[in-house]
């Protein structure tokens, strides 16, 4: 007799996990962005000597570092090679019958667009 375990790991695993992930992260980018739109603001801009102020604070670095996990932790699931192929590569079908965001395009400079 075969016997299958309770809980089977294949598949992408779109899951609430990922969903948090995203909502969570997407949170924290959007409070670190008000944060220095509104030190920005307060001050009349961002030049060198507030930026080296801001830096000196180890709270400020601790906030930065924070903020860089989540923008790499909120890409990471949409980034990873297991959802961009099976959202992407769909064998047996026509190129032709692809939405237009899914065909490949050749990467052509038009000269004609170009400002002189």
């Known amino acids: 007799m075969v016997s299958r375990p309770l809980r089977e790991s294949v598949g992408a695993h779109y899951g609430w996990k990922d969903w948090l992930v995203q909502r ?9 962005t008000i ?3 509104g030190i ?3 001050h009349g801009g961002i030049d060198y000597p507030l930026w080296k102020a801001l830096f000196a604070d180890n709270a400020f670095k601790l906030v930065t570092f924070v903020f ?3 923008v790499c932790w909120h890409a990471w699931p949409s ?6 192929w099976s959202s992407t590569a769909q ?12 065909r490949p ?3 052509v400079c038009d ?3 170009t400002h002189r």
């Not at 064998?91 to 899914?102: D, K, M, N, T, V």
């Open 105 to 107: 395009r050749p990467l």
């Open 111 to 113: 000269r004609r667009s």
């Open 40 to 42: 920005a603001l307060w």
């Open 24 to 32: 969570v992260t997407a949170v924290v980018m959007v409070v670190y």
């Open 68 to 70: 860089m996990l989540a």
């Open 79 to 84: 980034a990873a090679p297991r959802h961009s």
């Open 91 to 102: 064998p047996g079908r026509p190129l032709q019958s692809r939405p237009a965001a899914q």
């Open 35 to 37: 944060l220095v739109l």
